[in-house]
């Protein structure tokens, strides 16, 4: 089973662990029966692909364990898991930050028949199924789409997640889970001396995009803190754990006059941008587990 490291845990040596846990499991099936991988045992015990069938009920019993989707507790419309089943088979892979009618259609006309989503169907709360909701659910439905959402699970994970992908893209490294929400730990930090003005040309380079700097902290960085997505709003928290420089993707206006009462330089990459690379990196793991084939469905929100 694979553990998420409690606050102040080195995640450099966890993450070792998770991936060695990862090929252990791989090696663990037996070379000539891979009952639960892309091939099938015949009744001789020769592998036959003739009759090979990845399944959903296998990707998502196996994402509930890689994530720990029934342990990690999450907010409720995050709704964690399989959001909507097909008939069974899955030949391709999609990955995409939100569901939405774009990328449900694109999914598609890709011919993907697995979706995986950070945000999923649900963010909004109960709504009527009328309109262009009832649109895309029925093309769903009438496609045989699978779409499976992995929030918190995915935010966390000490090689999947993506503050960890983004703190490896950084070259962060010996970095330490810290900020407790919902019982775990949600973001990084890493004692680093860097150029603001440097990270902030890294974290572009790492999101192919533009980074607002709130220049309001010290020019040369000592303890950095990474929480993906929307965390601007958690920087009086942030503050009170010895940050000096804050990374996330999103935060309200009042964010940045709290910046500078606290002193903290805040860079603000994009709640989308922050938040490609979990599911990319599951989708990616996935695809190498089971042999399948897989594509990003990129539809920036602008946010």
Not at 159 to 178: K, R
Request: with cysteine; proline share 4%; charged share 20%.
């Amino acid at each position: 089973m694979v553990v998420t490291p409690r606050c102040g845990v080195r995640a450099s040596s966890v993450g070792s662990r998770v991936e060695n846990t990862l090929r252990t499991a791989q090696r663990a099936v037996p070379t000539r029966c891979k009952e639960n991988l892309h091939l099938r045992c015949s009744s001789r015990g020769v592998l036959s692909r003739t009759d090979a069938m990845v399944t959903v009920p296998q990707l998502v019993d196996y994402c509930r364990d890689l994530l720990r989707v029934r342990e990690i507790e999450d907010w409720p419309n995050a709704l964690n898991g399989l959001q909507i089943e097909n008939s069974g088979a899955v030949t391709r892979i999609g990955a995409a930050v939100d569901a939405s009618s774009r990328t449900i259609d694109a999914a598609i006309e890709h011919g993907i028949n697995f979706l995986i989503v950070h945000h999923g169907l649900f963010w909004p709360g109960l709504q009527p199924i009328t309109g262009g909701r009832r649109r895309m659910l029925e093309r769903a439905f009438q496609h045989d789409l699978a779409l499976y959402g992995a929030h918190l699970p995915l935010d966390v994970h000490s090689v999947l997640g993506n503050n960890a992908q983004l703190a490896s893209a950084l070259g962060f490294e010996n970095t330490e889970p810290f900020f407790e929400q919902k019982g775990q730990c949600v973001g990084l930090k890493v004692k680093a001396q860097v150029s603001r003005v440097e990270l902030g040309r890294k974290l572009e380079d790492s999101l192919g995009g533009a980074v607002k700097l709130f220049a309001a902290g010290p020019e040369q960085t000592e303890t950095i803190g990474l929480i993906t997505g929307g965390a601007g709003s958690e920087i009086y928290a942030v503050g009170r754990e010895g940050i000096d420089t804050f990374i996330t993707g999103e935060a309200p206006h009042w964010a940045a006059v709290a910046a500078e009462e606290l002193g903290i330089n805040l860079l603000l990459g994009g709640h989308y941008a922050t938040e490609t690379f979990g599911v990319k990196a599951l989708a990616t793991h996935l695809a190498d587990r089971f042999d399948l084939p897989w594509e990003f469905l990129d539809f920036p929100t602008g946010l």
